[in-house]
């Protein structure tokens, strides 16, 4: 026997008659609470075809859906118009909540289910109180969204029941489009306040978590109180959980944590920075539909007009460069990433100077900085804030030598400091010298190409370690009776093996190379390619101590690259001018391609060897991985 809600069901849809047949959906508007909730659907549907139970009913309804079949779905919805209500997921999801999840291959049964649809239904909830925005959002489905949002521009402001509003989910999957879109039609007047306590600062942790560090800079700014709030949900129990402790544990998004080869960083320092009109608004522009009015002065003279002239022209001439040279478009996108990021850490030092935990904040970014080797955050925090130069101590400073970093290194040395703090160290009685005779971290050791360069980098460390001791502490033991140089030789012997195998399979493929050019090369192509075979020859009987991978066997194999791109660039002139008698100026299309040719050896030894020649040469003559020790000031900030 059917229950009396069933019945009550049956008779409400026993409606095959005429009168029923055409129902107006919008007079049921009244009925979508009492739908929604879990006693909905009854155990047995009354449609044309009879009785059936619901689960059938609407498994039919759900296949239709994921098939984007909307002609059955119509069908469907036709026996009973208000199915569209029902909780047809295992999450009490429905039609809409799945069709929007699908993506674009359903957007054609989407627009047809919410033309459907009226605007209030759109705001159905699944048994975590969201709404199919959160499901559109969540795909990243910005189509579906600007699709929901028109029909009802209420639905940004609907949120589950943690308070947390679909922009939360737009920025915890990383749509940034989406993203953008959302902040720009999400208001902040009104009910549960989306941009607000609990809500809003779990808003800006997803934006940091994601790297969206443009629309953390805009919620900071637009909301000061967020830039010294408390996450309070990280594993780590004695930190300040603070965006600027947040920030300062990621090293990917500042330029010393980022690694370019020439060609890359000559175009990083070409390409313009290209920000997010909306985002740098003061005021939000999508909000209340604002738009600001610029007018442009008839007084201005002919110099402004022709420089606002000439940035439109630069700003469209590389749009056209990233369209045609994509890895250009990932280099500005990098470049936009860091001046952000240095913004917004300006910002969130600003802000935190003015609560009252603004130093145990900046102690534990301090420690995070170092920790992680960004420079830019511990100099940011000195000019905010001068008294964090006491937490320059000697536990910073073991961290920057175990871990190579150089930039903390010459910022400690700057402030003068290193001295007291080089006689404060001791770690298990292995001073200073004993610290940097260890062999440094894998990720730092990768950042050099090679080991014999890695060995080299290497050997520069305790150089200049011992440099600045003045030969003070080394010939100190540490408890298993070692001196620091030998730490430095037992840590290092593998990688000396590897660094000699090596430079001997450089210097036999250049040998080789070196051989070919010797054999089809004159005058003084010959006797480069002799010097170069010679080199190598060196470089392959050489002692190979430790001290050599410093100066001597680098400067070998520097030799020797350009020995033998002299001689290939001798012996390509020697060909073209052989080519040129032979064929003269008869056969100029026969002279124009073979000359051609001639300059692909040199290109390409210029294009895959110079990078390393350079590296070589800068690493062995240059002024070292940390520069002169100067006496600049950091200027701290009023």
């Not at 800006?204 to 800079?217: N, S």
């Not at 520069?460 to 370690?465: G, N, Q």
Request: charged share 20%.
């Amino acid at each position: 026997m059917a229950s009396s809600s069933s019945l009550r069901l049956r008779n409400d849809n026993s409606a095959n008659s005429p009168k029923n047949s055409d129902i107006d959906i919008a007079e049921h508007g009244e009925e979508f609470t009492a739908m929604t909730s879990s006693s909905f659907p009854s155990r047995l549907t009354y449609t044309s075809f009879g009785f059936v139970t619901a689960e059938f009913y609407y498994l039919e309804l759900y296949k239709a859906v994921l098939n984007g079949d909307w002609e059955s779905a119509s069908k469907l919805l036709k026996d009973d118009p208000r199915s569209f209500s029902a909780p047809i997921g295992t999450d009490d999801s429905r039609m809409l909540h799945i069709a929007v999840e699908l993506g674009e291959a359903r957007m054609g049964f989407v627009e047809k289910l919410v033309e459907f649809m009226p605007s209030e239904a759109l705001a159905l909830r699944d048994s975590d109180g969201a709404t199919a925005l959160f499901n559109a959002a969540r795909a990243g489905n910005i189509k579906a969204v600007k699709l929901l949002v028109n029909k009802n521009p209420s639905l940004p402001n609907i949120c589950q029941r943690d308070n947390f509003a679909p922009l939360h989910s737009a920025v915890r999957y990383g749509h940034k489009e989406l993203t953008l879109y959302l902040l720009s039609v999400t208001r902040d007047d009104e009910h549960p306040y989306p941009f607000s306590n609990s809500p809003g600062f779990e808003l800006l942790r997803r934006a940091l978590m994601v790297g969206f560090h443009d629309v953390a800079l805009y919620l900071v700014k637009r909301y000061p109180d967020l830039a010294t709030c408390n996450f309070g949900d990280a594993k780590d129990s004695d930190d300040d959980k603070a965006p600027l402790t947040v920030l300062a544990k990621r090293p990917w998004a500042f330029r010393s944590g980022s690694r370019f080869n020439l060609w890359q960083l000559i175009i990083y320092h070409c390409v313009p920075v290209k920000l997010n009109h909306f985002l740098s608004q003061p005021n939000r522009g999508g909000m209340k539909n604002q738009v600001g009015s610029y007018e442009l002065s008839t007084q201005m003279c002919c110099w402004t007009r022709l420089f606002k002239a000439c940035q439109k022209a630069n700003a469209i001439f590389w749009e056209l460069v990233r369209w045609l040279v994509p890895p250009i478009k990932h280099i500005q996108e990098t470049k936009t990433m860091h001046t952000l990021t240095l913004q917004l850490l300006n910002h969130l030092c600003t802000e935190v100077l003015k609560v009252s935990r603004a130093k145990k904040i900046f102690r534990q970014s301090f420690i995070n900085g170092a920790k992680y080797g960004i420079p830019e955050i511990l100099e940011e925090i000195i000019k905010s804030y001068p008294y964090a130069l006491e937490y320059l101590n000697e536990d910073v400073f073991k961290l920057a030598v175990l871990n190579r970093y150089e930039k903390i290194f010459n910022l400690i040395c700057e402030t003068g400091m290193h001295r007291q703090l080089i006689i404060r160290i001791e770690d298990d009685s292995n001073n200073i010298l004993h610290l940097a005779g260890k062999l440094a971290p894998p990720h730092r050791l990768s950042l050099v190409s090679g080991a014999a360069l890695q060995m080299q980098r290497e050997l520069h460390w305790f150089k200049v370690i011992i440099f600045v001791l003045k030969g003070t502490f080394s010939e100190s033991e540490n408890e298993n009776k070692d001196k620091p140089k030998m730490v430095f030789i037992k840590e290092h012997e593998e990688l000396i093996i590897e660094g000699e195998k090596w430079m001997k399979g450089t210097a036999k493929c250049y040998c080789k190379k070196a051989f070919k050019v010797f054999a089809a090369s004159d005058a003084l192509s010959l006797f480069l390619s002799i010097a170069s075979v010679l080199i190598c020859l060196s470089i392959l009987t050489a002692r190979y101590a430790e001290d050599d991978f410093l100066f001597a066997l680098p400067r070998r194999l520097i030799f020797g690259l350009v020995t033998l791109f002299l001689s290939v660039t001798f012996m390509m002139i020697a060909y073209s001018s052989a080519i040129y008698l032979l064929f003269g100026e008869k056969k100029a299309w026969i002279l124009i391609t073979l000359a051609a040719l001639a300059c692909l050896p040199v290109t390409l030894y210029g294009i895959l060897q110079f990078p390393l020649l350079v590296e070589l040469i800068y690493s062995t003559y240059g002024p070292g991985i940390f520069g002169k020790h100067g006496n600049r000031l950091i200027r701290f900030g009023i």
